[in-house]
């Protein structure tokens, strides 16, 4: 190719010295012919009953986009309606390059005139155009590139289709330049244009660091058209969006509460001090991209919350225990693809990570979220996590994961309801069940029972009817199996999906149900009886993964009435709990539809 454009280059300049050397102007039928070589003749797609082209598409696109793929093959269908002829296709993968072959190219095949058409193509702009005896058809994204098939197939084979049945011909009136509408023509920082960055995260990046970086290049990417890329901490590169704690981070790490960008004489760095502050820093990029520049900011991140004594990130008391349903499996109408769950117990095991608790209950927690490396077995695992053994396979819907160098596992056990429930195919395998341990507190010698359960989930008459059997259950097993002994007087703390709130029981059931009738039993609601106990409801919707943008976004039921959670934490005995609190900020919702419960306890 290099040796064809120097050829032609000589060939153009020898022309041009040529013309210099001539005294008289060309004749006019001599002018005539050189505007028709400056306008190469029209394409002739489809001539006297066949055609000389064939397609090449890029299959990838084809595969992660059923949008691009139906206009594809609404193209294919459209040509051999008017012509009778069906187009042969090739996918760029298994495609060998041909500078004779009169072809069509969709999407992104990697030739050189594909790159051509691409160059500087913004997220919703789509071209349509010829490059020698190619055609090619190019889109800033999925749907832009939908759109351009769409045209090509409906308003060029479609409509010549239609009027010459005989004959359809692509050229200069045919090509297409769409070009789409942003916020902002040009964004500069210190100068430089934001579309020659690079975002960079770290290599053992947190969750939120890979969530802020998706959703920064989803926000300048609708705004400023430009899609730029994310990159492992791995290389410098010349323009740089650094986020989190990189190699080339150089500016103060932000407090707890704080959330910044600082834009140095190298790169623009981001940084925030938790999770919860890096769910509000979405909040900066209002300003970040505001009036086609970025200038450093610094912000403090709901201070009154996170400030607080009561802080989450600040224990008070001797043992934290956190109560969580993961939400495990993949529902392809909630996760929108497989990568959603992995994402969200990399958030997950971050939270987890940042809160300390000594003792976490899990409900949900099927085969999915226990396979792999990236699983979040395997993360609480490297946080140094042991988890209460159960020896039936079918058990591990509910576990219980201790710090071994805080708490001593005396014993244990995990149960079945008897009560039956033929439900639990429909709602994906998860068992109805409780795991419970007995564990000694290493720093004081103080013993306690734990237990991690899961009830039934309707909001019917009946499924209210097996949850409260299923609660006598679980009372009989505790004073008749585990409470017995030398344990006898221990307390114990219930805690999870108990899947029932106090409007359905009072209000609903007539004051009948699990809840009701652990009270029966002397059992106390940290959150309805703690002076201080967050009151809010612990639902927080489904959140929602979009392959397309790369990020998650977080649930959004906003009810605040505490009457109506269905997750809690009881106890019965001598223990005294400082903190209910709920974790709702940007990276909970993110994680489940649940909100994870953290309560601090001392046993006296």
Known sequence: ?????????????????????????????????????ETPPDLLLFSEGKTDFSIVYNEMEMAKNPNVEAKFKELESNFQ?????????????KYTYD???????????????????SENLRLTDYKIVRNGNKIVIVGGNALSLSNAIMHFSNKIIAAQGKETPDKIVFGSAQELDHKGTYRHEQILVDGVDLKNFTIVI????????????????YTVGVRYGYILPIEYDTKEYEHEILIGKTARST?????????????????????AGSSAAYGYIDDLFNTFLINGKVESIKKDAQAEFLAKNESLLNRSGELRIMFHNVLAYAHPDREGDFMGPTLRWHIQADLYSEYQPDLLCLQEFNEK???????????LTALGYAEVPFENPDHGDTPIFYKPEKVELLKYGSYDYKTPNNDNERYGGIAKMATWGIFKDKATGKIFVLFSAHLDHQDNAEANARRALEALELLDLINNTICVGE???????????INTSYNRENDKYGNTGALHNFEAAGFVDVQKTLANAEKINSYGGYPSYSETN??????????????ASIDHCIYKGNVTFHRFDIMDHEYARKASDHLPLVVDITLP
């Not at 770290?202 to 959703?215: C, G, I, Q, R, V």
């Not at 990020?551 to 959004?556: H, L, V």
């Open 202 to 217: 770290p290599k053992n990046y947190m969750a939120a660091d890979n969530e802020l970086a998706s959703f920064l290049q």
């Open 81 to 93: 309606k008017y012509t009778g002829v069906k187009l042969k296709k090739t996918a760029s993968m």
């Open 251 to 271: 500016i103060a790490p932000a407090t707890l509460t704080e959330y910044l960008i600082e834009i140095t004489d190298q790169n623009v760095q981001i940084s």
């Open 369 to 379: 979220p226990r396979a792999g490396s990236k699983s979040l077995k395997s993360r």
């Open 99 to 117: 500078a004779n072959a009169y072809e069509i190219y969709i999407g992104n095949t990697g030739t050189a005139e594909t790159l051509a058409a």
């Open 1 to 37: 190719m290099k040796k064809l454009l120097s050829v032609l280059l000589l060939l153009a300049m020898l022309l041009s010295a040529f013309a210099a050397c001539k005294t008289q102007a060309p004749k006019a039928e001599e002018a005539s012919q050189e505007e028709s070589e």
């Open 487 to 497: 344990y006898k007087d221990v307390p114990v703390i219930l805690g999870g999906d």
């Open 550 to 563: 790369g990020f998650i976004t977080p649930g959004n039921s906003t009810s605040g009435d505490s009457n």
